[in-house]
């Protein structure tokens, strides 16, 4: 069960964090200059943290799961 809610944490950290860098890194294209680069990294450089982090995070609840699962079968 734990290993299910560190998974689904994870999985809304990847959706999250890949949201706000998507949406930075297209900022600047659409509107058509008026933010510049240097503003759009105010969101493009805690959207790849936050990606990152649930990327990690998901790979944990996906260990857990497993260690779960093999520790059922051996009982």
């Known amino acids: 069960m734990v ?3 560190i998974l689904a944490l994870g ?3 990847i959706l ?3 949201a706000v860098l998507l949406v930075s890194l297209l900022l600047p294209a659409l ?3 008026r933010t510049s ?3 759009a990294l105010l969101g493009i450089i805690p959207g790849a ?3 990152v982090l ?3 995070i998901t790979l944990a609840g996906v260990v857990v799961i ?3 699962r093999k520790n059922r079968r051996a009982v």
């Open 3 to 5: 290993g299910k809610i």
């Open 31 to 33: 509107t058509n200059g």
């Open 66 to 68: 497993l260690v779960g």
């Open 37 to 39: 680069w240097e503003e």
């Open 11 to 13: 999985v809304l950290g």
């Open 54 to 56: 649930g990327f990690l």
């Open 49 to 51: 943290i936050v990606l």
């Open 16 to 18: 999250l964090g890949g």
